[in-house]
């Protein structure tokens, strides 16, 4: 079994910059696609960025180039630097692992890009 655990959300004004963090724990070892995933009511879950145990990257077209993620193998910890952020990137924020063929979800930290 694999848990999640995520912090580094919160409030911040337009342009601003937040980190989020998501510490994998449990019996894990050599996780390969960690990631975080956003959701707003009314909308379907959207992949935001993604990396593999390689560092191999992928974001989604709406947050290329504001948007940074990277990940402490050693740590099993993903990470997301989140830069020039946007109204429209409110929403609440899950990582994700994927691990011996299941995905395993974080408990969501809500992200609110308001003046």
């Known amino acids: 079994q694999v848990q999640l655990v995520e912090s580094g959300g919160g409030l911040v004004q337009p342009g601003g910059s937040l980190r989020l963090s998501c510490a994998a724990s449990?019996?894990?070892?050599?996780?390969?696609?960690m990631g975080w995933y956003r959701q707003t009511p009314g909308k379907e879950r959207e992949l935001v960025a993604a990396i593999t145990t390689g560092a191999s990257t992928n974001y989604a077209d709406s947050v290329k180039g504001r948007f940074t993620i990277s990940r402490d193998n050693a740590k099993n910890t993903v990470y997301l630097q989140m830069n020039s952020l946007k109204p429209e990137d409110t929403a609440v924020y899950y990582c994700?692992?994927?691990?011996?063929?299941?995905?395993?979800w974080g408990q969501g930290t809500q992200v609110t890009v308001s003046s």
């Open positions: 449990g019996s894990v070892f050599s996780i390969n696609t």
């Open positions: 994700y692992v994927f691990y011996l063929g299941t995905y395993y």
